[in-house]
């Protein structure tokens, strides 16, 4: 008799064009560490803006002040491998830690960035124009900030290398997931051809253009490159760290040499910099933060884009004013302390104050 009975094949003998499931998306790491760091160069580039006003005083001549002077130029010092970091953190999240979907997304992040930038624009100028300090007229500064930093919002300038660098980070990442970001790629075109336009403009109209800031150069673009390597290291991967607590402090004594004997101020290029940012990043990267402290470190870190968007205001209002040429190095020690402290702790309060506010996407 035949048998009647039908053979069940595998699925994938039977020709089956069924998706195989996908697997959940593990949870994404949150990076306690790079909350840290975020933390460390607030705070730090509020110490470097603080000593600078110390060195103005003096016109950067120890003979005007060396108690001030020296104060000032030791806190600036410390600071240079922030700016770097900053960088380095951008290249990571686009890269590693939080690399972009679609376009649409990335477009939330540059907005996300952009929307502050213009915002504390317009308060720093308003601010300025209320003391009388702007040095040309408002609309004129205004329409400048539209292609770079201006007074008296001067340190704004890194947000127009920030934010071309993570457009450009995260096109390269979308094209080689098989998207096509052509919103993203026209932006950047239109950041490339930007200064030659305003070029040609002002060779036939005879009008004085702007300078452009939108761009990057080399420098940033491997600070983010670089930094999103050595921040995706696996835990261990850096078994002796001892080596970096020697070259940091050389590292910050050489900025102090280049700052007063070279050129004030050292550019981040430079391999002091450089030295001192990796230092810096291998130091941080991968510490265990206590749990205890996770929520308010967390916190604090969500906070600091607008305290250090905030704080120039401080510096402006509050330091300027006291500080003097004629001090002695341990007043001036003692009074740059202070003075610092007193800063930061106005911009992060400043800026958990508009947090409550849902203002976060407003005033960073």
Request: glycine content about 6%.
């Amino acid at each position: 008799m035949p048998n009647n009975t039908a053979v069940r094949l595998p699925q994938q003998q039977q020709g089956s064009t069924a998706a195989p499931e996908q697997k959940p998306r593990p949870p994404r790491e949150h990076r306690f560490d790079i909350d840290l760091l975020r933390l460390i160069c607030s705070a730090t580039i509020m110490l470097g803006h603080v000593g600078a006003q110390f060195i103005h005083s003096t016109d950067n001549d120890p003979t005007n002040g060396p108690g001030t002077y020296w104060a000032g130029h030791v806190a600036e010092a410390i600071n240079p491998f922030a700016v770097p970091m900053y960088f380095a953190i951008a290249g990571w999240a686009v890269l590693v830690g939080a690399p972009p979907r679609d376009s649409a997304r990335m477009w939330q992040r540059i907005v996300r960035n952009t929307v502050p930038l213009f915002a504390w624009t317009a308060v720093y100028l308003v601010w300025a124009w209320l003391r009388d300090r702007n040095d040309k007229p408002m609309t004129e500064l205004a329409t400048d900030s539209l292609v770079g930093s201006v007074q008296p919002a001067y340190h704004l300038w890194f947000m127009y290398n920030y934010i071309p660098i993570i457009a450009l980070l995260a096109f390269a990442m979308l094209i080689t997931a098989g998207k096509r970001p052509w919103t993203l790629g026209a932006a950047l075109l239109g950041i490339a051809v930007l200064p030659s336009v305003l070029t040609t403009v002002a060779e036939v109209t005879g009008a004085e253009m702007p300078t452009v800031a939108w761009g990057f150069g080399t420098y940033s673009l491997v600070y983010a490159v670089g930094g999103a390597l050595l921040f995706a290291l696996p835990a261990g991967a850096l078994r002796w760290r001892w080596p970096l607590y020697l070259v940091l402090p050389l590292t910050m004594a050489g900025a102090l040499w280049y700052n007063t004997q070279i050129h004030y101020v050292m550019p981040n290029a430079h391999l002091f910099v450089a030295a001192m940012s990796i230092c810096v990043l291998l130091l941080i990267s991968r510490v265990r933060v206590p749990e205890r402290l996770r929520p308010v470190l967390r916190k604090l870190a969500g906070a600091a884009l607008g305290a250090y968007m905030v704080h120039v205001l401080f510096v402006e209002e509050i330091v300027a004013p006291l500080v003097s040429p004629d001090l002695s190095r341990p007043v001036a020690g003692l009074l740059l302390t202070g003075l610092v402290v007193t800063v930061m702790v106005l911009s992060f309060a400043a800026s958990l104050l508009w947090g409550r506010l849902n203002l976060r996407r407003l005033l960073g």
